[in-house]
C-alpha cells in the first residue's frame, strides 16, 4: 500500500450516514487540515517533521514486532470533561460509563456481535490489547471521578476553543470533551502529530449523542468514539489520508482513493463506504472491510493486526507524549487502578417541595471510586428517616429547610457526606394573591420565600441597595464576572391562585446592559409551574436587542434612573390556578452585563399600564404599501422603541432597531423595497409589551 505522508490537522471524524438515517454525521478532517496547513506554514512545516519522525519509528516498529499478541496491556487513563448548558448534552455518568465500556469492548475483540463481521475478515480481527480507564486522581492527586462538569456556551461551538476551558496535561490524559455541538461533526480529535505541535489541541471532541447506546446516543451511533481514539492513536481512515506537499483530500465514496492507502498492510484499498454494505466491493477486492472503525458504513465492530501494531508504535513514541500515558508511574500518578473509597456524594432530582403527600424525592448514590458495601442515608424531617437503598425515595411533611446525609461503606472504610439545608419544604397553600414584591423587606434569598438557585460555583441573584426602581432594594445578578454558559435561577414562594378566574398577569421591571457593542446570547425567561416545583413551563422569553435597557458599559452596570429601566410581563392563563404557583426566572449569561429585578407583581391587572402605556395613537401608512411606509405615533414621556415588521409565521423580515425617542409626536419612514409581498405585522414594542398593525405589502 502507498504511504500516506500527513493525516488530518483536523481528525474531524467518522461521520459516516446510513442511507435510511440522514441524523448521521459525515467527516471533515482532510478539507479542515488543507485549510489550516495553508493559512499556517509554519504549523505545516512542524506537523510534517514530526509526522515524519513518527512515520519513521512506526516503520521500525512494524518491523522488529510481527508477533500479533503483547504479554500485558497498554492502559490509558481517561478523564472526560462534560461541557454543557444545562440541556441534553450534559448526559449522565451512566451514559458515559456505557461509551467507556463499548469503546474497550471495541479495542478488546468484545462486542457481542463481532460474530457478524464478514467471514473474509474474521482471520485478523485483532483484539488490539489497548483499554481505556477513568481516572481517579487529578492532576494535583485529589479524588476524582474522571467526569468534570464545566457550563459553556462553547459547548455549542464544539471547536478546539473547548479545550481552552480546561485540559489535564496531555501526557498524563487522553481528555475527552462532550459537547452539544462537536463543529457541526459527530467528533473530532487531532492526531499525535499534530498534538506534538499544538499540544492545547490535544484530545476527543465528540457529540454527546454519540456517546454509549443509552441516553441520547445509540448503539450505532457508539462507534465513532472508537473511531476517534483510532486517529487519537495515529491510524488513518481505510481507504487513506491527504498528501501535504499536494494539498489535496481523499473523500470517501471515491473509486480514486484504490491508489492510495492507510499505511496498514492487512487493510486492503478501499473507495471507503458511508452505508453499511457487507458484500460491498471496490479496488478490485472480492469484498471490502466495510466493518472497519476506520471506515464511514457506521457497522463499525473491528481493527486488523496491522492496525493494531500501528497503535503500539505510536503508543512507544515520545511524538505527543503517548509513550507516557501508559508508563507505570503515570497510571499510579492518575490513580487508573487504585480502589479506594475516594469519596461519597449523591444527588437528587429536586430539592424545593411542597409539604402535600406527593412531594416525593428520589436520591441517588453517586460515590466513587470502590465497590460499595452499604449505604446508610439520614433524611430528618424525612420519611423514611433513614434508609439502606441504592436510590431511596422521600417524602417531607413539615415545612422548613433540612440536611441530608450518605454514610457510604467498603469493606471496613467508610465516608460520609453532609450536605448542609439542601431540601427546603414549602407549605402546601401559599401566599393570596394578588402578590406584590419590591424586596424592601427582604433580608435573604435563601428562606421559605424567594429562593436563589446557583447552577455554578460564581454568582447568583441576591438582594442589592445600590439602585432599585422604586424604594431602595431589588435583587441583582452580577453578571459581568459570570463565566459563559453559566444559569442562575430566582424563584418566588408559594402562591395561592385556586380561586383566580380569567388571566393573571405577572409584571415585573428589570435593568441590563451589554458589556460592549457585540451581539451576545444572555437572556431572561419567566418560568411558571401549577404543583409547587414542576413541571416548569416557559412564560416569557427576553433576549437581545429586547433584553437591553441601556448603553453598553465595560464596567459594572448600575442603572443610572428609571430611563435605563423596562417592563416585562407574562401571562399566567387559568390552568395555572391551583394553592401551590410558582413562578421564576432564569437568567441564561453569556457575556453581557449585569441584570436587576424589581417591582414584581401578579394580579389581574399587572401589566396594563405597560401595555396601556404603548397604545400609541400608532397609524401605519400608505396601506396597502408598494415600498416605502410612514408611521405616526406619539408618546408621553421618553422611551426607548424596537420597530419591527413580522410576516405571518411570527418571522421578523425587517428591523429598526432600539432607539430613544423623546415625549411628543414622531413620525417614522420605512424602505421596506426588499422586503417580499406579503402580509404583515408592523411592531412597534418595548421589552416584552408591543403595539402591532397590519400591513400589506404589495
Not at 442562575?488 to 446592559?513: M, N, Q, R
Request: charged residues 15%; aromatic residues 10%; proline residues 4%.
Amino acid at each position: 500500500m502507498k504511504k500516506t505522508l500527513l493525516a488530518a490537522f483536523l481528525c474531524f471524524s467518522i461521520h459516516s450516514v446510513f442511507a435510511q438515517d440522514d441524523h448521521l454525521k459525515y467527516c471533515g478532517s482532510d478539507e479542515l487540515r488543507i485549510s489550516t496547513l495553508k493559512m499556517n506554514p509554519k504549523i505545516a512545516e512542524a506537523v510534517i517533521k514530526r509526522d515524519k519522525e513518527l512515520a519513521a519509528f512506526t516503520r521500525t516498529y512494524e518491523a522488529s514486532h510481527t508477533g500479533h499478541e503483547r504479554a500485558a496491556t497498554y492502559t490509558i487513563p481517561v478523564v472526560f470533561h462534560v461541557i454543557h448548558q444545562w440541556g441534553t448534552e450534559n448526559i449522565s455518568d451512566a451514559q458515559i460509563m456505557d461509551g467507556l465500556s463499548i469503546l474497550n469492548k471495541t479495542f478488546r475483540k468484545q462486542l457481542a456481535d463481532t460474530g457478524s463481521i464478514v467471514a473474509a475478515f474474521k482471520p485478523i480481527h485483532a483484539d488490539c490489547d489497548i483499554e481505556f480507564a477513568i481516572a481517579q486522581k487529578d492532576p494535583l492527586g485529589n479524588c476524582t471521578n474522571g467526569i468534570n462538569r464545566i457550563a459553556s456556551a462553547l459547548t455549542t461551538v464544539g471547536d478546539h476553543s473547548v479545550k481552552s476551558i480546561i485540559q489535564w496535561p496531555p501526557d498524563q490524559y487522553l481528555n475527552v470533551y462532550i459537547v452539544k455541538n462537536a463543529a457541526g461533526l459527530a467528533g473530532h480529535c487531532v492526531w499525535p502529530a499534530d498534538a506534538d505541535t499544538i499540544p492545547a489541541w490535544d484530545g476527543i471532541v465528540i457529540g454527546h449523542d454519540y456517546v454509549g447506546s443509552i441516553g441520547t446516543s445509540t448503539y450505532m451511533k457508539s462507534v465513532a468514539f472508537a473511531h476517534e481514539c483510532g486517529h487519537y492513536l495515529n491510524l488513518h481512515h481505510i481507504w487513506g489520508g491527504n498528501n501535504v506537499p499536494g494539498f489535496y483530500y481523499l473523500p470517501c465514496d471515491d473509486t480514486s482513493n484504490c491508489s492510495s492507502s492507510d499505511s496498514v498492510a492487512d487493510t486492503p484499498p478501499t473507495k471507503g463506504w458511508v452505508s453499511c454494505n457487507l458484500t460491498g466491493a471496490s479496488c478490485g477486492n472480492v469484498v471490502d472491510n466495510v466493518q472497519n472503525t476506520m471506515d464511514y458504513s457506521y457497522c463499525n465492530r473491528m481493527f486488523t493486526y496491522g492496525q493494531k501494531t500501528r497503535m503500539h508504535a505510536c503508543l512507544n513514541s515520545t511524538i505527543a507524549g503517548r509513550n507516557n500515558l501508559w508508563s507505570p508511574a503515570n497510571l499510579i500518578a492518575t490513580g487508573v487502578y487504585e480502589n479506594n473509597l475516594c469519596a461519597a456524594d449523591f444527588t437528587c432530582d429536586k430539592q424545593v417541595v411542597c409539604e402535600s403527600s406527593l412531594n416525593t424525592i428520589t436520591y441517588s448514590n453517586v460515590s466513587y471510586n470502590d465497590t460499595i458495601t452499604g449505604l446508610l442515608w439520614t433524611f430528618p424531617g424525612g420519611s423514611p428517616a433513614t434508609s439502606t437503598a441504592t436510590n431511596p425515595a422521600v417524602t417531607y411533611t413539615t415545612p422548613g429547610k433540612y440536611d441530608v446525609s450518605l454514610k457510604v461503606y467498603s469493606g471496613t472504610d467508610s465516608v460520609t457526606v453532609t450536605k448542609t439545608n439542601l431540601i427546603s419544604v414549602l407549605p402546601d397553600s401559599g401566599s393570596p394573591f394578588p402578590f406584590s414584591e419590591g424586596f424592601e423587606s427582604s433580608v435573604s434569598l435563601d428562606g421559605l420565600q424567594w429562593f436563589s438557585n446557583n447552577f455554578d460555583t460564581i454568582n447568583q441573584f441576591e438582594l442589592t441597595g445600590i439602585t432599585a426602581y422604586s424604594g431602595t432594594k431589588c435583587v441583582m445578578l452580577d453578571n459581568v464576572n459570570n463565566a459563559y454558559g453559566t444559569k442562575d435561577e430566582l424563584i418566588s414562594e408559594v402562591i395561592d391562585l385556586s380561586g383566580a378566574t380569567g388571566t393573571l398577569y405577572i409584571s415585573f421591571k428589570y435593568a441590563y446592559a451589554l458589556k460592549d457593542s457585540l451581539v451576545n446570547d444572555d437572556k431572561l425567561q419567566v418560568y411558571a409551574t401549577n404543583n409547587c416545583n414542576s413541571p416548569w413551563s416557559p412564560r416569557a422569553n427576553i433576549i437581545s436587542p429586547a433584553l437591553e435597557t441601556a448603553a453598553p458599559v465595560s464596567t459594572a452596570f448600575v442603572p443610572s434612573g428609571l430611563g435605563e429601566w423596562k417592563s416585562g410581563l407574562a401571562s399566567i392563563p387559568s390552568l395555572y390556578f391551583t394553592n401551590d404557583f410558582r413562578f421564576k426566572f432564569i437568567f441564561y449569561s453569556n457575556g453581557g452585563n449585569n441584570v436587576y429585578i424589581d417591582d414584581i407583581n401578579l394580579s389581574y391587572t399587572a401589566g396594563m399600564n405597560e401595555a396601556v402605556e404603548l397604545d400609541l395613537n400608532l397609524n401605519v401608512y400608505p396601506n396597502p404599501s408598494t415600498g416605502e411606509v410612514t408611521l405616526n405615533f406619539d408618546l408621553d414621556q421618553p422611551k426607548r422603541l424596537n420597530i419591527k415588521l413580522v410576516d405571518v409565521l411570527g418571522k421578523v423580515v425587517y428591523e429598526h432597531g432600539l432607539t430613544n425617542y423623546e415625549a411628543g409626536s414622531h413620525s417614522i419612514k420605512l424602505n421596506l423595497e426588499t422586503v417580499a409581498k406579503g402580509m404583515y405585522l408592523v411592531r412597534l414594542e418595548n421589552g416584552l409589551v408591543g403595539v402591532n398593525k397590519p400591513l400589506i405589502r404589495e
